[in-house]
């Protein structure tokens, strides 16, 4: 896990909220990542499902992310998730780590928190990512009567089922954010849940969660705007992301090629989005000065392998055959007189290329 140091803000109530800042910060502009569901900053850098994320968010900025009141090594008595109460607890965090204006990630109810915020600190904020990101919770939609029941059902289930030993009932919920996480995956996910609060909390959330609507202040909105959304996203509609970018003046949208809530380590919709993540929020860095003899084409094959995707990964990726990954890798090792993966993968990472995912598990070189 990459190095993090551990602080404690006040918020709202003098309620303590727990923050990391993780990475050196090479790369203006700082990054944020808003508190969203279930986690612990001691935990979750030490699983499949997150420990890929914050190595890929800190490499190039310093990462600041906290645990949601209630959860985690935040104050875990407390009772008000109300969207001005989650929005001074954001407030508190970036006070206390001393930002002055940074990059702000928003995902999943971290996103209603994090246009709040956005709306009201233009001047803080200097870019805003949205990914499988809400402004209106489930209950804000206009459900059907069915949709209100299920809700209930599940929130129900939260309460009774989540203090069990048979993991059943956690992994309902794990199913339902990543339906084809890997086995470690899905298990260390259903850890995280148990971990992070006591089942009456959490279906608190659910219930605090299910109410907030921030759609009032996405029009306010002046800064640059991104939203990611996987276009199989069980738990936030794709029509949710297409709302979001829809609202906000000037947001660019970006579907992504998975069913999983936010894109896992090993998919490539997860490079992707990183991918897309980096050229938003530092959209001058390059390193294809420093292999001037590839192509553009090469250029994004090598990123790719340095990345740690095999080839079907990049074919997929690039939407091409594997047989011309294969090509463009033949010809990859020619211009760089390498002979073999390893050695393109050390010279692209010294250039600066594949800093995403290059952790992934499961995944497997070949030529």
């Not at 995707?309 to 074919?315: F, G, H």
Request: contains cysteine; hydrophobic residues 40%; charged residues 20%.
């Amino acid at each position: 896990m990459t190095e993090q140091q551990i602080q404690f803000s006040r918020s709202l109530g003098g309620t303590r909220i727990a923050f990391a800042t993780t990475g050196a910060g090479t790369t203006q502009p700082s990054l944020v990542r808003a508190a969203h569901w279930l986690g612990s900053l001691d935990f979750d850098g030490q699983t499949p499902v997150w420990a890929d994320w914050i190595e890929a968010l800190a490499r190039r900025h310093r990462l600041t992310r906290y645990d949601c009141r209630g959860c985690g090594l935040s104050d875990r008595d407390v009772d008000n998730f109300s969207l001005d109460v989650l929005v001074a607890d954001l407030e508190s965090v970036v006070d206390s780590a001393g930002l002055k204006k940074f990059a702000l990630l928003g995902m999943s109810q971290g996103g209603a928190v994090s246009i709040a915020y956005a709306a009201r600190h233009p001047e803080r904020v200097s870019h805003l990512v949205l990914c499988g990101a809400f402004a209106r919770g489930t209950l804000v939609r206009n459900p059907s009567d069915a949709q209100r029941e299920l809700f209930q059902a599940m929130t129900r289930l939260v309460e009774l089922g989540w203090g069990q030993d048979n993991p059943a009932f956690l992994q309902m919920f794990t199913s339902q954010f990543f339906p084809n996480a890997t086995p470690a995956q899905a298990h260390a996910f259903n850890e995280i849940q148990r971990r992070a609060t006591q089942p009456s909390t959490a279906a608190q959330l659910m219930r605090a969660f299910a109410d907030l609507d921030a759609s009032p202040a996405l029009s306010q909105i002046r800064v640059p705007t991104l939203v990611l959304h996987s276009r199989g996203d069980n738990r936030v509609p794709l029509e949710e992301g297409r709302f979001l970018a829809a609202s906000i003046p000037g947001a660019r949208f970006e579907p992504l090629d998975s069913t999983s809530h936010v894109p896992l380590p090993g998919e490539p919709a997860f490079f992707r989005l990183h991918e897309l993540l980096q050229a938003f929020l530092v959209p001058h860095h390059t390193s294809e000065g420093t292999f001037p003899l590839l192509t553009p084409r090469e250029h994004q094959v090598l990123n790719l392998v340095a990345g740690g995707l095999d080839n079907a990964q990049i074919a997929a990726h690039l939407t091409i055959a594997d047989k011309t990954v294969r090509n463009h890798i033949t010809a990859i090792f020619e211009k760089l007189e390498v002979e073999s993966r390893p050695q393109a993968i050390v010279r692209a990472r010294l250039a600066g290329l594949g800093e995403l995912g290059a952790s992934s598990p499961g995944r497997q070189s070949q030529t």
